[in-house]
C-alpha cells in the first residue's frame, strides 16, 4: 500500500513520553482535520528521528534556537529538508510558546522557528548546502516547489507548555493529582480547567504549578485522554494549531479516506 503522507514528527521535548505523546495529540489533531480520516499507518506514517540520529541533538532544550550552525543543527535542517523534497513528504515540528496565550505573538520561540528553522531549510531546498555525513543527492526544485515544500513544515505550539494541552484531560489528572496527596488547592484549580477550556492557556508554566504531584510523569497517559474537541471550540492555542495544519491543503489532501 502506497503511503500518502509520510510525516517527520519532531518534538523539542527530549523524554521517553515525549514522541508518543506529540504522535497521540497529531493523531487526534487529524482527526479534527478529515471526518473519518484514514490513520493506517501504511498510508499515513509517522516517523520520529532514528534514536542513534545526531540530527536529535540539535532539537534537545534551546539547541534548535541556535543561530550557529553546528553539525547536529545542519544535520537537522538536512533531514528536515530531505523529507519536504519528497512528493509525499511533511515535518510537524512541536515546540513550545513559553507565553500565555495573551502574549503569543511576543514568543521568542516561534520568531526563532521562522527565522532559524525555517529560513534555515531555504538553502538545502536549494541545493546550494547538504549536511555533513552522509549527503543525499541535492535537490532540483524550482522556486514554486520549494515555497510549497516549506508549507509542508507545520508546527504545533501550545501555550505555555505541551503541559497547557495535556491537563485538558481534566478527570485522568485529577485522579493522578490525588494519587500523590489531598489538596483543595489543586482539586479546585483542575475543576476551573474543567469548566473553561480557555483558562489553561492563560497558566504560566502549569507544569510546575502541578510540579508535586504529576509534572509530567503521565504526558503520554493524558495524550490517550485529550479531549481535543473540547479543546478545539475552546478557540484557543490548540484551535490554532489545527486550523495551521488544515490550512496545508497537501495535509488535508492526503489524509482524505
Given amino acids: 500500500m502506497e503511503a500518502r503522507a509520510r510525516i517527520l514528527v519532531l518534538t523539542e521535548d527530549s523524554g521517553d513520553q515525549a514522541q508518543p505523546t506529540i504522535q497521540k495529540l ?4 487529524f482527526k479534527l482535520l478529515v471526518d473519518g480520516v484514514d490513520l ?3 498510508r499515513i506514517k509517522l516517523e520520529p528521528l532514528p534514536q542513534n540520529e545526531r540530527a536529535r541533538l540539535a532539537l534537545r532544550g534551546n539547541q534548535w534556537k541556535e543561530h550557529a550552525p553546528t553539525r547536529e ?3 537537522l535542517l538536512g533531514a528536515i529538508a530531505a523529507q519536504l523534497a519528497q512528493p509525499a513528504g511533511f515535518v510537524v515540528f512541536h515546540f513550545d510558546t513559553d507565553r500565555v496565550w495573551a502574549e503569543r505573538h511576543a514568543s521568542e520561540n516561534r520568531q526563532k522557528f521562522e527565522k532559524s528553522i525555517r529560513d534555515g ?5 536549494r541545493g546550494e548546502m547538504a549536511p555533513p555525513l552522509n549527503p543525499l543527492p541535492r535537490p532540483t526544485l524550482t ?10 513544515l507545520l508546527i504545533l505550539s501550545p501555550c505555555w507548555s505541551i503541559e497547557s494541552w495535556l491537563y485538558q484531560a481534566t478527570k485522568e489528572l485529577l485522579a493522578y493529582c ?6 483543595d488547592e489543586h482539586i479546585q484549580l483542575i475543576e476551573s480547567w474543567a469548566r473553561d477550556r480557555t483558562r489553561l492557556d492563560s497558566v504560566p508554566k502549569p507544569k510546575k504549578v502541578l510540579e508535586s504531584c504529576v509534572g509530567a510523569q503521565h504526558n503520554e497517559a493524558l495524550a490517550k485522554a485529550f479531549p481535543a474537541e473540547d479543546v478545539w ?6 484551535y490554532e494549531s489545527v486550523e495551521r495544519l488544515r490550512a496545508c491543503t497537501a495535509l488535508v489532501k492526503a489524509l482524505e479516506p
Fill in 26 to 29: 497529531l493523531k487526534e489533531v
Fill in 40 to 42: 493506517n499507518p501504511a
Fill in 73 to 75: 543543527k545542519v544535520l
Fill in 121 to 125: 531549510v531555504r538553502p538545502f531546498l
Fill in 143 to 152: 522556486a514554486e516547489q520549494i515555497e510549497a515544500a516549506l508549507g509542508r
Fill in 178 to 183: 490525588q494519587e500523590q496527596h489531598t489538596s
Fill in 233 to 238: 471550540y475552546a478557540e484557543r492555542s490548540f
